[in-house]
């Protein structure tokens, strides 16, 4: 199985830059999701990360590293729509994907 | 294009009552995916299927039962539901399993059990 940690809460001003730090530990590695959820609906994909490095999609990063299990999801130029929970999710060697709690970010005017 | 639906949308049942849980997808997607989502735990597997006419166990699958009898549907079955399968189920599909092939996830079924 996975052991996947996220913090639970983050605040931040609009227009600031934020930070998601993701760790997990897996008995294997088959890649790294970010979801966002918007509160009562369904997650959408953001980002995935395979390989060690930073993968760049507009406002939204996504850094991977696999010798340390971490990973982080970088928020820059924030805005009120982003206020949301971001999912961070680990594929397994059975290509099953594990979930860490979500982080709940609230964007502040 | 429709994507993925789930039917219904809420629900409230009694406890030993028999409840499916419908999910259908219109993009030929070979795997399905049946999660639950309860507050502080996050999403967790309960049933998957890799392609049409099979399907595995997840992290919590008793007391829940799939089927896959072709690529669009993917129903998902409480034989006899107890309050602890309150919750929101999210049904989610990928073009494969492996990849760049993100889980594409339908709009959910909030269930209460009572």
């Known amino acids: 199985g996975q052991n996947i940690d996220q913090p639970t809460e983050m605040t931040a001003t609009e227009g600031a830059i934020v930070q998601i730090n993701c760790t997990y530990q897996?008995?294997?590695?088959?890649?790294l999701f970010w979801y966002q959820q918007h509160a009562g609906e369904a997650p959408t994909f953001l980002s995935y990360n395979v390989l060690d490095g930073l993968e760049e999609k507009g406002r939204f990063s996504s850094f991977l590293s696999r010798s340390k299990g971490y990973s982080y999801l970088l928020l820059k130029e924030l805005q009120m729509k982003d206020s949301a929970s971001y999912l961070c999710a680990v594929r397994d060697r059975d290509y099953k994907l594990s979930f860490g709690a979500g982080t709940t970010v609230t964007v502040r005017a | 294009i429709a994507g993925i639906t789930q039917a219904p949308t809420s629900q409230i049942l009694a406890a030993g009552r028999r409840m499916t849980l419908r999910c259908t997808q219109d993009m030929r997607h070979n795997a399905m995916y049946w999660y639950r989502q309860d507050l502080g735990l996050g999403l967790r597997l309960i049933h998957y299927s890799n392609t049409a006419g099979t399907t595995g166990k997840g992290e919590v699958p008793d007391g829940y039962s799939v089927s896959r009898a072709n690529t669009d549907d993917f129903p998902l079955t409480l034989a006899s539901a107890v309050p602890s399968q309150t919750s929101v189920y999210f049904c989610?599909?990928?073009?494969?399993?492996?990849?760049?092939?993100?889980?594409?996830f339908g709009p959910g079924t909030r269930l209460t059990v009572l």
């Open positions: 989610a599909s990928s073009e494969t399993t492996g990849g760049y092939n993100e889980q594409f």
């Open positions: 897996t008995s294997g590695f088959n890649g």
